[in-house]
């Protein structure tokens, strides 16, 4: 057995030796390979200092129609949803009583002036009598009088009629706007009296953006100031300025109302939501970056500049974060070419490659022609 045990421990030993004869050698002195970057330079631009804030839209012109007459409701020709123009008819109400009054009215009118037409004949009749002395001037007075009367009573029965007309045209109700039915109050056959709505109608001709900013701004907020406006109902932005703000004090909430009108603006709707960036001033040359160039390391915020395939790490400091750029206060020049794709896996002193320069070296491969 032990004879057993010996020859087992020779055996393993002569194939360890044969194996370790045949390995090959680990190439202990290969580098490792640098890693890919893109690059960009740090440039200088316009830079808004903005304050966005997300509220609601309000329509401004939203008038109720109602009825200047009383009658009695014939037809409703706008349903709610309906597009409306200003000056369509909208709705009908009962004319006969104003045709009646109207004829009525007409009669009266016609009965005056032939009444007019008689006393002025008189009245040029016994002119000449007075001029051969046949009657006195007296009695001619008397008949002007009487003139004047009638043409006082034509002229008021004049103004009654289109008193009358004007009232009759009343029960043709038209949109005093461009909008949409909103809602339909009444029905056909309804009896209405001065003053009853009829239908409501909205418009997004004009509308108002209520827009809640903190109240730490107040001191910052003036009218005038110009501001940047999007809703979701809307692929066209906005602008418009800052019209007037007020404190919006409630139990739980502390907050500046900000009031933006909008005036004409396509596929913009009255109670849908609506962001505000209100620019309260702006950088002439601020230098910016993109904001994966920035890193976070235990020495703060850093960009690696690249020279020479190098990576130097430089701490900076940051300003406004903006559209996808980060303003660079102190650190770093305009011109400098930084690191972006790759920056967050950079040490200071680091070889680098960079990907435009990887691609110009690729060849394209040709296929072989058979």
């Known amino acids: 057995m032990p004879g057993y045990r010996l020859w087992a421990s020779a055996l393993s030993a002569l194939l360890a030796l044969s194996v370790s004869a045949c390995s090959k050698p680990e190439d202990n002195n290969k580098k490792p390979t640098p890693p890919l970057v893109s690059v960009t330079q740090a440039e200088t631009t316009r830079l808004e200092i903005r304050e966005q804030a997300i509220g609601t839209l309000e329509g401004i012109m939203d008038p109720t129609v109602a009825a200047e007459v009383p009658a009695r409701v014939v037809r409703i020709l706008a349903s709610p949803g309906q597009v409306v123009k200003k000056g369509e008819v909208i709705a009908l109400l009962d004319p006969q009583d104003y045709t009646l009054q ?76 461009d909008g949409k039915v909103e809602k339909q109050i009444v029905s056909p056959g309804d009896y209405v009296k001065v003053g009853d709505p009829i239908l409501q109608i909205i418009s997004n001709q004009k509308l108002r953006a209520h827009l809640p900013y903190p109240e730490n701004l107040g001191g910052k907020l003036r009218p005038g100031l110009k501001v940047r406006l999007t809703t979701p109902t809307s692929d066209q932005e906005a602008e418009g300025v800052l019209r007037e703000f007020k404190p919006v004090i ?52 850093v960009v690696y500049v690249i020279k020479d395939d190098v990576a130097q790490q430089r701490i900076v400091k940051t300003g406004i974060y903006q559209d ?47």
């Open 102 to 177: 109207q004829r009525e009215a007409e009669s009266e009118v016609a009965r005056l002036e032939a009444l007019l037409l008689n006393q002025q004949r008189n009245v040029e009749r016994n002119a000449k009598l007075v001029e051969k002395n046949f009657i006195s001037q007296f009695a001619l007075d008397e008949l002007e009088t009487q003139k004047i009367a009638f043409k006082r009573q034509l002229e008021g029965a004049r103004s009654r009629l289109e008193t009358i007309t004007h009232n009759g045209g009343k029960t043709r109700l038209l949109s005093p706007i």
């Open 250 to 301: 409630v139990s739980t909430n502390r907050a500046i109302d900000v009031l933006v009108d909008i005036i004409d603006q396509p596929g913009w709707q009255s109670g849908a939501s609506v962001t505000g960036n209100i620019i309260l001033g702006e950088y002439q040359d601020a230098i910016v970056v993109p904001e994966l160039s920035v890193v976070l390391r235990p020495a703060g915020q």
């Open 324 to 370: 996808g750029r980060i303003q660079i206060l102190e650190g770093l020049q305009a011109g400098e070419t930084i690191a972006v794709d790759g920056a967050a896996f950079l040490t200071d002193q680091a070889q680098v490659q960079i990907k435009s320069e990887i691609k110009a070296q690729t060849k394209p491969e040709h296929k072989a022609q058979p």
